[in-house]
């Protein structure tokens, strides 16, 4: 028997959730019993469920992820044995839940399996010779994770010595495709486990992988593979479960082999079990995305990679902290926060390293988008959610400042890691490229947005004539802008001035102001 309260832990429901899965059938009622915790301690009311219900909650959890309602779930519960029918043999199959029962020829699913328990009569947990104690650490199976590019971003012990065995890994980001090493794993595979092998990784990355950036991947290869793989690629059909995806290799090392696999926004982990395994350890842990994710991208490989830094910095911040009273003040940066924080994701900007009421963030080289155009673009989506949030407060307190966001944008290949403690992580790029665009954002006023003339001339042409952008000059009469220009720091600022002795350093750096995007 396993208390409520562990229940809650394991599966991350709220009691609420409990209750209503209780009272749709799905979940017995507990006992309730009234237990001291040790001899002569103060008795404690706590509800106590059978071992299995744990089981069930995750079933229920997998349902819900590939699209069922609660109110669809719940129908099928059959009021004699309050057991879930099979809903539809090919889905149950495709996303089992449950390790597969190899010791037979009938194989069922684990749809199946959970139709057959019922609540008085509890249901045997698939056991096996193998079991699993799940952290990120300790998985005993090949485990990595590739970007939407098909690029290796993290891998475990088991993967490096099966995978690379022993090779040093690549140090740049576009030497790390995993396509050749799959290659050479499939080597001793017949043709159908090789085709399932590719096919489970178009499968999950194709809508974001053109076909136009797997040919430049893959050019160095022998024509022959080119083709193959191509041919693979247009085969492959994103699965209805775009969460967690489960394929069986049959003849792998005379082994069967399961190939799980749950996508993220940053990239998709693939894990290797022997069928004969119990992974419903593993599949829990996978369910708890956020934790996984969080995990991983702390432990990823340190790597060389193209990336545009983007700084962004409250003007006049610490003054505003002075006129608002601190709940005031923390209420305006965390409302700022959580009104640009969906823009960064929908143009995948990275959360980076970050000092005060600062921002940074990194753009990488993304497969169906150019990341120096993303850069841009969430630059000047963000100055135009800098305006809505300043007319609120300025609605709000009466006042007459007007808030805005100095942006600094460069572009330059840097080495990308992460910085950990015990309790997070932060994501960290060395190098010029950082400081450079630190000192920009610093030189940036009213909400403006200065990037480097490295940057804007990587963009193509037609992507540089949708950017208004250019260099105010100083006459004698007036201030002039002229379109399409850069200028030297050297050559915008006051020298005498205390306030640009931070840029200094960066005075030889040509630069331009991006004003808008052209309608």
């Not at 041919?231 to 775009?242: I, K, M, R």
């Not at 350093?505 to 040509?510: L, R, V």
Request: aromatic share 8%; net charge negative; glycine share 4%.
């Amino acid at each position: 028997m396993i208390t409520s309260k562990y229940l809650l832990e394991q599966t991350g429901l709220s009691r609420a959730t409990l209750n209503n899965y209780i009272s749709l059938g799905l979940l017995p009622k507990p006992v309730v019993k009234r237990i001291a915790a040790e001899p002569g301690a103060r008795l404690t009311t706590l509800g106590y469920f059978p071992d299995w219900v744990l089981s069930r909650i995750q079933l229920i959890q997998s349902l819900k992820k590939q699209g069922l309602t609660m109110n669809a779930i719940s129908q099928q519960i059959s009021s004699e044995n309050n057991a879930l029918p099979l809903l539809n043999e090919e889905l149950s199959e495709k996303y089992s839940v449950y390790a597969v029962d190899t010791s037979t020829d009938h194989k069922k699913s684990s749809l199946e399996k959970e139709r057959d328990m019922s609540l008085n009569n509890p249901p045997t947990k698939i056991h096996s010779q193998e079991s699993l104690n799940v952290s990120i650490d300790s998985i005993p199976y090949p485990a990595y994770m590739i970007n939407y590019e098909c690029g290796l971003v993290w891998l475990n012990t088991a993967a490096q010595q099966s995978l690379f065995t022993g090779a040093v890994i690549p140090d740049r980001a576009e030497d790390r495709s995993i396509i050749q090493k799959l290659l050479e794993w499939a080597g001793n595979l017949d043709a159908t486990d090789k085709e399932l092998l590719f096919k489970s990784h178009f499968n999950v990355v194709k809508h974001r992988l053109s076909k136009d950036t797997l040919s430049r991947t893959i050019l160095s290869l022998p024509l022959e593979e080119r083709q193959w793989l191509e041919n693979c690629y247009d085969q492959s059909d994103p699965p209805e479960n775009t969460l967690i995806q489960d394929t069986t290799l049959h003849h792998w090392t005379n082994v069967n082999k399961r190939i799980i696999s749950i996508s993220f926004r940053e990239g998709v982990l693939f894990t290797y079990a022997p069928q004969s395994a119990d992974s419903n350890q593993l599949l829990e842990w996978l369910s708890h995305r956020d934790s996984v994710i969080r995990t991983l991208l702390s432990q990823r490989l340190p790597v060389l990679t193209p990336v545009v830094a983007m700084v962004a910095d409250l003007q006049n911040s610490v003054r505003i902290c002075s006129e608002l009273p601190p709940d005031e003040y923390f209420q305006l940066i965390n409302e700022v926060w959580s009104a640009l924080d969906p823009v960064f994701r929908e143009y995948y900007g990275a959360y980076g390293k970050h000092t005060g009421d600062g921002m940074v963030y990194y753009f990488f080289p993304q497969p169906d988008s150019n990341y120096i155009m993303n850069a841009v673009l969430c630059a000047c989506r963000i100055r135009e959610c800098m305006k809505v949030i300043s007319h609120k407060w300025a609605l709000k307190k009466g006042w007459t400042n007007q808030l805005f966001m100095n942006i600094g944008l460069n572009e330059g290949e840097e080495w990308l890691g992460t910085f950990k403690t015990n309790t997070s992580y932060e994501l960290v790029v060395l190098g010029e490229t950082i400081n450079i665009c630190s000192r920009l954002s610093d030189f940036a006023k009213y909400g403006e947005i200065w990037a480097t003339k490295n940057l804007v001339s990587k963009l193509n042409h037609s992507e540089r004539d949708l950017l208004d952008y250019g260099v105010t000059r100083k006459t004698l009469d007036q201030d002039v802008f002229v379109s399409n220009s850069y200028a030297q720091i050297s050559t915008l600022i006051d020298k005498d001035n205390l306030k640009h002795m931070k840029l200094i350093d960066i005075s030889s750096a040509a630069v331009t102001q991006i004003r808008a995007i052209k309608q």
